[in-house]
C-alpha cells in the first residue's frame, strides 16, 4: 500500500481544472473568440464614446439633417441631424445594457423556482411547474406592454418587463438540470452523510448545473436585446432622447429610400450584436460539455 | 459471536406501478425487497450476493434510509431507523456510511480530493482549521494517496485510486457499519486486488463491519464471514462463508457457483457447468409459491404452490426451499 | 495451413489535443479456421482497439491506423476499398459487441435488424430475410421467435438482446466472429447461458472466434489459445494450458495470482499488483510494465523487450524470463 505505487499514479498530463479546461477549449473556438472580442470592444467603444466622439446622442443640428456619411459625420446624420455614429455608439450602451441586466431578474426569478422544483419534486413541482406553463403560454410582447403600462417608461422598468417574461425558459433548464444532478452517486453520497436539502442543492446541485445555465444566460442575451430593438421600433421601448438601435431604425424607417444608411447601420449592429453573443453561446455550450473531453 | 450492530427485520420495499391520466391509480407493486431478515455483528463482512433484479443495491439503501423502506425494521443501537426522521438520522448517519459502485459518478467532480475527504466532517462540523487538515491527511494517508494530491480533482485519478477517495470520505467519521455497493465492479482486475486488499486491512484496523454487495462470488468469498445469497427480492440461503462454498443447498446457489469459471483451463475442460433456463422474472410479476422455481432444476410439483420459509438447516446455516423439510411453511 | 485471419505489426494510434495515444503499439496475431482464441487484458490495453482496427470501425479522424497488416484469407484487409470492406463487415467477419443496449437500434425491430445484413449481403427480400431471422433466433434460444422478430430491443432482456446480437452477427454466416467483452454487463448465470451458446454455434458453423476480455475464468474455458496484452502490446502468448500454468511474464502471472479462485482454498491475502497502467501517450522508454514489476532488472528499463519464444509456441516479451533468470510460477 506504499506510495511507490502513485510514482506510477496521477497522469504526467498537465493539470488543470475544470474551468482552465473549458477556458482552453473555448479559446480554440475561433468563431466563439471572434464574438467575444467583438463584445468587448463594442462594450469599451460603448464607455468610451465620449472620447470617441464629439457628437452627443441627443444634439440636433437642423442645419445639416439627413446628410450622407462625410468626413465631418462618419455615418451621416438623421432626421433632427443627429449625428448617427454618435447614436450608434450611445445606442450601444442601451442595447447592452438591457441584454445583460434583464439577466440579472431572469436568474433571480427563474433560479429559485427552477431549484426549489427540481429539488423537492412531487407537488411542489407540479404546481411550479404548471405556474411556469401557464406564463409560457402569455404572448411575450403583450405582457411586456402590459407591465409597461401599469410601471411606467424607464429603462429600469424596461429591463423589468423584460426579465418578467424570460426567465421561464432558465426556470425549465434549472429544474432539469436538478434533476439529473440529483440522481448521481456523489448526492446520495452527501445525503448519507446526513447532508440536507438545502446543503446539497447549493454545495453540489447547482455547481453542477452551471454549464448549461451559463450557456442558457449567453443565448439569453441577443433575445433580451433583440425585444429591447424591437420594443423601441414600435415605440414602446426606451424613451428618447435615450438612444436606442430601435427608435434608429424605425426613425430612419421613413426615409429609408433616400437615406437607407439610416435603417442599415443600426440593424446591421443589431445583427452582430446577436451574432457575437450567438458564437460565443455555442463555443460556451462546447467548451462546458462534459462529454467532448477527449 | 460478537455483538449485533445491526439487525434487519422483515424489510420490504414495493415501488408502486400506476396508470392513469389525471389520476394515477397503482396496478401493481414492484417488489423489489420482499421480507429480508438478517443480522450483521461488529467487525464482521457480511456479503450479499445475487443476480441483477435481486434487490440487493435496493436493500442496501433501504438499511441507510437512502430509500424509505415500505415495511419492516431496521434496528442500530436499539432504535428503529425506519421511524426516524431524516433530521434525526442526522446524528446516527455518523456512525453508518457508504461506498458506491461507481468512482466516476460517486464523487463531486467541482471538489478536490481534499474537499470529498472532508465533506463527512464540514457536514457534522467536526474539526476546524489544522485539525482538519490533519485528520483529511491521515485518511489519504491510510488508503494509500500520497498528500499532495489533496488539490486534484477527480477526474486527474484513475478509477482505482477515486475508489479509495470513496473509502476514505467513509472513514472520515470512524462509522462502525460502512455498505459497500459493489465496489470493486467497475474496476481492472489488477486494481481490484488492491482494494480488496485496503478493505480488509482496515476492517482489521478499526473494527468496522462491512455489508458487502457484490455479484462476484469469489470475491465475496474472499471477504465475507457470512454470506446472504438473494433473488428477486427474497433470501434464499445465509451461511457462514466456508459452509456456503463448500455446500450450497439451495439450488440458485449451487447453479450462480457453477456458473463461475475457474481461471485454470485444466480445471475447466473437466467441469460441467449448471446452465440455468430462461431469464430472471420480472419482479412486478413474480412467480407464485418459489420464485425461483420456474428456473430451478430440481423443482417439483409442490414447488410453484407453496412460497417455502427462511427455515434453519443446521449450524447457523439458513435456506429458503421446499428440498428441506424445516423450509415448510 | 495457413491462419484465417493474421494481424501483423499493427499500429493504430489516437491524435488528441493532449498527444498521440498509441492505443495499438506493434500487435500481432492469428487465429486459425474454426479456433477460439483470447486477447485478454485491462482496461486501455488495446484489446477493443485492435479488433475493431480488423473491420477498420476506429473512428476517425481522431483514430489512425498507422502502420501493419491484416491478412484475411490471404488479403490485406487495410488495402481494401470502402466498399468492399463494408460487404467484409457481417458477411464474412461480425462483432458482437459489449452493451447490446446501445449497439442495437432502438427504433428498428429485431427481426429487420437481424435481416438487414441478409438482405445487403445474401439479396434477399424483406420477407425472406425475416424469416430467417426467425429461424436464427430460434437457433440463439429465443422463445416463440416468430412473434419476437416484430419485437423492439427495449422489450428484450439484457441477455435476450444479447442473443439477438448473436442472432445478427452469424445471419451471413461468417467466418470469424469477434466478441468484445460478451457478458460484462450480463449476470453470471446468463454469462453461462451466452457463452455455451456461442461455444455450441461456433462449432457447428466452425467459425472462428476471437474472444476479447478481461475475465480470466472466461478465457480459461472457452479458448483455446491466449494473447496477454498491456499497454498496446502483447506480452505473452501460447496455449491457454502453457500460459495458465507457466506464466513467463510478470503481468500474466500477477494477474493469476490477484484474482481469488474458487476451486483453491482461501487465501488470507491477495498478491495484487501495485501500481497503475502507463500513460499511453508518453510510455516510459524500455518494458511498459517495469514500473509495477518486482523483479525488474536495469536492461527492464533501457530497452523495450520484444517476444521470443521461450518454450515451444509460447512467446513472452520480458528480459527476465528471456534470461532465463525467473521462472514466474502462479501463486
Known amino acids: ?294 | 459471536m460478537a455483538e449485533i450492530v445491526i439487525e434487519v427485520n422483515n424489510l420490504a420495499k414495493y415501488f408502486p406501478v400506476t396508470q392513469g391520466l389525471f389520476h394515477q391509480k397503482k396496478i401493481a407493486d414492484v417488489k423489489a425487497v420482499d421480507g429480508v431478515s438478517f443480522t450483521i455483528h461488529k467487525g464482521e463482512t457480511l456479503g450479499l450476493v445475487g443476480e441483477s433484479g435481486c434487490g440487493k443495491t435496493t436493500l442496501g439503501k433501504c438499511i441507510l434510509q437512502l430509500i424509505r423502506p415500505t415495511s419492516g425494521e431496521v434496528i442500530f443501537e436499539s432504535r428503529d431507523l425506519c421511524e426516524l426522521s431524516d433530521k434525526e438520522l442526522v446524528p446516527v448517519r455518523e456512525k453508518l456510511q457508504i461506498i458506491f459502485q461507481d468512482p466516476y459518478d460517486s464523487l463531486d467532480p467541482r471538489f478536490t480530493a481534499m474537499d470529498i475527504i472532508g465533506e463527512p466532517l464540514r457536514i457534522h462540523k467536526i474539526s476546524k482549521g489544522k485539525e482538519y487538515n490533519d485528520r483529511v491527511s491521515e485518511l489519504l494517508n491510510l488508503v494509500g494517496l500520497a498528500p499532495y494530491m489533496a488539490e486534484r480533482y477527480p477526474h486527474e485519478f484513475s478509477g482505482g485510486q477515486r475508489q479509495r477517495l470513496g473509502i476514505a470520505r467513509a472513514l472520515a467519521l470512524q462509522p462502525q457499519f460502512i455498505m459497500c455497493d459493489e465496489p470493486i465492479s467497475a474496476l481492472d482486475v489488477s486494481i481490484q486486488a488492491q482494494i480488496i486488499n485496503l478493505l480488509d486491512d482496515l476492517q482489521q484496523k478499526f473494527g468496522v463491519a462491512y455489508l458487502f454487495i457484490s455479484h462476484d462470488l469469489s470475491v465475496v468469498r474472499h471477504l465475507s464471514d457470512r454470506v446472504v445469497v438473494m433473488y428477486l427480492g427474497k433470501v434464499m440461503e445465509i451461511s457462514n462463508r466456508d459452509e456456503l462454498y463448500k455446500n450450497p443447498l439451495h439450488p440458485y446457489t449451487q447453479a450462480l457457483l457453477s456458473a463461475v469459471p475457474i481461471p485454470d483451463p485444466a480445471v475447466e475442460m473437466k467441469r460441467e457447468v449448471i446452465v440455468l433456463q430462461g431469464e430472471v422474472p420480472s419482479p412486478m410479476n413474480p412467480p407464485t409459491g418459489c420464485v425461483f422455481h420456474p428456473r430451478c432444476y430440481r423443482a417439483f410439483a409442490d414447488c410453484s404452490k407453496i412460497v417455502p420459509l427462511l427455515a434453519d438447516a443446521g449450524g447457523g446455516h439458513q435456506v429458503t426451499c421446499l428440498l428441506y423439510k424445516t423450509s415448510w411453511p | ?331
Open chain 3, 1 to 331: 495451413m495457413a491462419p484465417l485471419l493474421e494481424v501483423r505489426n499493427l499500429k493504430t494510434y489516437f491524435y488528441t489535443q493532449d498527444g498521440v495515444v498509441k492505443a495499438v503499439d506493434d500487435v500481432s496475431y492469428d487465429v486459425n479456421r474454426g479456433e477460439t482464441i483470447a486477447l485478454v487484458g485491462e482496461s486501455g490495453c488495446g484489446k477493443t482497439v485492435s479488433a475493431l482496427s480488423i473491420l477498420r470501425l476506429v473512428a476517425e479522424p481522431a483514430g489512425k491506423i498507422v502502420a501493419g497488416e491484416i491478412m484475411f484469407n490471404g488479403n490485406d484487409l487495410l488495402k481494401l476499398s470502402n466498399e468492399e470492406m463494408r460487404k467484409m463487415r457481417g458477411a464474412k467477419i461480425s462483432i458482437i459487441f459489449q452493451e447490446p443496449l446501445t449497439s442495437l437500434n432502438p427504433v428498428l425491430t429485431i427481426g429487420r435488424q437481424i435481416s438487414e445484413g441478409l438482405e445487403f449481403h445474401k439479396n434477399m427480400s424483406v420477407h425472406q430475410g425475416m424469416q430467417e431471422a426467425t429461424r436464427l433466433l430460434k437457433m440463439v434460444g429465443i422463445p416463440h421467435p416468430e412473434r419476437r422478430i416484430y419485437d423492439y430491443p427495449h422489450q428484450f432482456s439484457g441477455g435476450m438482446r444479447q442473443r439477438a446480437m448473436i442472432a445478427i452477427a452469424i445471419a451471413c454466416q461468417p467466418q470469424l466472429i469477434i466478441a468484445d467483452e460478451p457478458t460484462t454487463v450480463v449476470d453470471v448465470t446468463i454469462q453461462a447461458q451466452l457463452l455455451e451458446l456461442i461455444r455450441n454455434i461456433t462449432k457447428e458453423l466452425d467459425t472462428a472466434l476471437i474472444l476479447i476480455t478481461h475475465n480470466l475464468g472466461i478465457v480459461a474455458r472457452y479458448a483455446k489459445r491466449v494473447f496477454v496484452m498491456y499497454a498496446g502490446n502483447i506480452v505473452e502468448y501460447g496455449s491457454a494450458m502453457d500460459v495458465y500454468h507457466y506464466p513467463c511474464h510478470p503481468y500474466t502471472a500477477g494477474l493469476l495470482g490477484s484474482v481469488p479462485r474458487l476451486d483453491e482454498p482461501r487465501k488470507t491475502r491477495l498478491q495484487p499488483i501495485e501500481g497503475q497502467p502507463p500513460d499511453l501517450i508518453s510510455p516510459p522508454i524500455g518494458c511498459s510494465f517495469q514500473a509495477r514489476c518486482a523483479y525488474s532488472i536495469s536492461t527492464c528499463q533501457k530497452e523495450k523487450p520484444q517476444l521470443s519464444e521461450l518454450t515451444p509456441n509460447h512467446y513472452a516479451a520480458c528480459w527476465v524470463s528471456q534470461k532465463g533468470l525467473r521462472q514466474w510460477q502462479k501463486l
Open chain 1, 1 to 294: 500500500m506504499a506510495i511507490s505505487e502513485n510514482a506510477a499514479n496521477v497522469s504526467v498530463r498537465p493539470h488543470h481544472t475544470l474551468w482552465g479546461d473549458a477556458w482552453v477549449r473555448l479559446r480554440r473556438n475561433k468563431l466563439a473568440m471572434a464574438g467575444g472580442i467583438f463584445i468587448i470592444l463594442l462594450s469599451l467603444a460603448a464607455i468610451f464614446a465620449p472620447l470617441i466622439t464629439p457628437y452627443s446622442f441627443s444634439h440636433q443640428d437642423l442645419t445639416a439633417i439627413l446628410q450622407n456619411p462625410s468626413a465631418k459625420h462618419w455615418l451621416g446624420t438623421d432626421g433632427l441631424g443627429r449625428d448617427v455614429f454618435a447614436r450608434l455608439l450611445y445606442g450601444a450602451r442601451t442595447s447592452l445594457a438591457v441584454g445583460i441586466f434583464t439577466q440579472i431578474i431572469v436568474l433571480g426569478i427563474g433560479l429559485p423556482i427552477g431549484a426549489i422544483a427540481g429539488y423537492a419534486g412531487g407537488t411542489v413541482d407540479n404546481v411550479l411547474m404548471r405556474f411556469v406553463d401557464f406564463m409560457y403560454g402569455f404572448p411575450d410582447i403583450l405582457l411586456i406592454i402590459l407591465i409597461k403600462a401599469i410601471l411606467g417608461g424607464g429603462i429600469y422598468q424596461l429591463f423589468f418587463a423584460i426579465g418578467l417574461v424570460a426567465w421561464v425558459d432558465i426556470a425549465r433548464l434549472v429544474r432539469g438540470q436538478m434533476m439529473s444532478v440529483k440522481s448521481r452517486d456523489f448526492v446520495a453520497a452527501a445525503r448519507a452523510m446526513g447532508g440536507m436539502g438545502p446543503y446539497i442543492t447549493e454545495r453540489h446541485l447547482l455547481p453542477n448545473s452551471l454549464g448549461p445555465i451559463i450557456v442558457s444566460v449567453t443565448f439569453n442575451v441577443p433575445r433580451a436585446i433583440f425585444t429591447e430593438a424591437a420594443l423601441s421600433f414600435i415605440g414602446i421601448g426606451v424613451r428618447p432622447p435615450t438612444p436606442s438601435w430601435g427608435s434608429m431604425i424605425s426613425d430612419g424607417y421613413a426615409v429609408i429610400f433616400s437615406s437607407w444608411y439610416q435603417v442599415f447601420f443600426p440593424a446591421l449592429a443589431i445583427a452582430l450584436l446577436m451574432i457575437a453573443f450567438t458564437f460565443l453561446g455555442d463555443g460556451l455550450r462546447d467548451a462546458l460539455d462534459p462529454k467532448m473531453r477527449h
